[in-house]
């Protein structure tokens, strides 16, 4: 799978990241799934990371000059914690295990960009990773997608839909700082949970005290859809 999606990738000009995770993830039934990589259309390309996962391993957030080390930026602290978390809610000994090995880290769109409004004009791009996501939907028949940013859940939803899922109920947030968009998607007698948080960049919601009954709620019903 990866072979067939790294040579539909390079068709078209530019960098681009397809896994965060595992080459073995490509296989995995539960996704978490971003917008788009930052980077430059000149960086080095990347099919997947060699061990555990890019989240845990890689820091991105600023340099501190004394102590000679980079910080994890803000996504990645959500994202800690919301596997952190939900590794209690599965009785699971080791989180970071948990998280590479069962989980597809990835993005809606692989190639990088400086933002999504670079990116949106590039609709050929658009196109192929569209395809690839379809290809995945087909084959893997998703039961968990966690997508970050509501767009992103927009888009999954859609690639979901098109691919004759429907909708069996879906929960709108109307405040992002209230919790997730959730829905549950049926096809034939399978059925995927698909999560959408407003961006966790920006929305620090997963250590809020006033947030604690929702995502218990959210641990819940991803243990209860991923079995």
Known sequence: MLASIEEQ????????????SPSSSINSKYWFVGLNPAGSSFDESSLCVKRNNAFID?????????????????????????????????EAPDWEKQMSENWMISNYVFYKSKNWHEMASKKEHIQICRHIWKEMISSNQPKIIVANGYDTYDKMCGLMLEDNWTKESEKVSFNPWDGPH??????????CLVIG???????????????????????????????
Do not use: C
């Open 197 to 227: 948080f407003a961006h966790l960049s920006s929305f620090k919601i997963m250590k809020r005290a006033q947030n604690k009954t929702a995502m218990k709620s959210v641990y819940t019903l991803i243990k209860k859809y991923s079995v």
């Open 58 to 90: 890689e820091k991105w957030g600023k340099w501190n000059e004394k102590t000679k080390i980079r910080s994890f930026n803000p996504l990645q602290q959500q994202v800690h914690h919301f596997f952190q978390s939900l590794a209690v809610e599965l």
């Open 182 to 191: 959730i829905v549950v998607l049926k096809k034939d007698s399978k059925k």
């Open 9 to 20: 990738l390079k068709a078209k000009s530019g960098a681009y990241r397809v896994l965060y």
